[in-house]
């Protein structure tokens, strides 16, 4: 038993709600455990300058966190992204563009925005599942007003954070579980069960192939419980 009463294999609880935001094309809050993330996606009926004339859309991403997020105030950023930010936005980017079909969406740009507002560890993971949420609800936006002709989604994605704690493989790692795991991994997954990205990093001493199968296991099991809930969110 863990200090919240989850398994080792136990997901935190999730609540996802759609919406959220009066002016932005798709929206989600998504609440895993204490972290939760707002997600907003924004359509702009132009591709990127890279993309031009080239009869294809963009997807990309932007990732911040709020200054009381987390226990201390973390100061806002007001000199260009650090590291860490443009690593977890380059991720949310590529993540959704995984499972888009450029061309369905024609020469447009959607930007999803995740914003956290409260961190409790898996900050990155949540934003990509709540993205996902704001994402499919922009799409369904141009189909209503008919802008495009079908949905250029091809499949769910999702990620989730999984870790060696104690010795013992833990899934939806909460920051004081992240902050002394052994090993820390994230898992970005489609709903077809393809990896789209393994971030994984031993922080004490090396692990072994048999921990990296059983971690993605537990993280598999797991995904497909947070799937589950986005088609329950979603509809589809």
Known sequence: MRKDGRGADELRPMT???????????????????THVLCSATVEEKAPPFMKDKGKGWVTAEYSMLPRATHTRTPR?????????MEIQRLIGRSLRCIIEPALLGER????DCDVIQADGGTRCASITGAYIA??????????????????????????????????????????????????????????????????????????????????????????????????????
Do not use: C
Not at 109 to 112: A, G, L, R, S, Y
Not at 206 to 234: C, H, W, Y
């Open 77 to 85: 950023e007001r000199k260009g992204l650090n590291g860490r930010v």
């Open 16 to 34: 996802i709600e759609r919406g959220v935001f009066k002016h932005a094309e798709g929206s989600a809050l998504i609440k895993m455990g204490d």
């Open 109 to 112: 740009t959607i930007t999803v």
């Open 135 to 236: 994402l499919s609800d922009a799409v369904a936006w141009l189909m209503a007003k008919e802008r495009i002709a079908r949905s250029p989604i091809k499949d769910q994605v999702a990620a989730i954070s999984v870790g060696i704690v104690q010795g013992s493989v833990t899934l939806d790692l909460a920051y004081e579980e992240d902050s002394s795991a052994e090993v820390d991994m994230n898992i970005v997954m489609t709903g077809g069960g393809l990896l789209v990205e393994v971030q994984g990093t031993a922080e004490t001493h090396p692990f072994g192939f048999e921990d990296m199968t059983a971690m993605m296991n537990v993280s598999r099991a797991g995904l497909s419980k947070i799937f589950e809930k986005q088609r329950e969110v979603t509809g589809v």
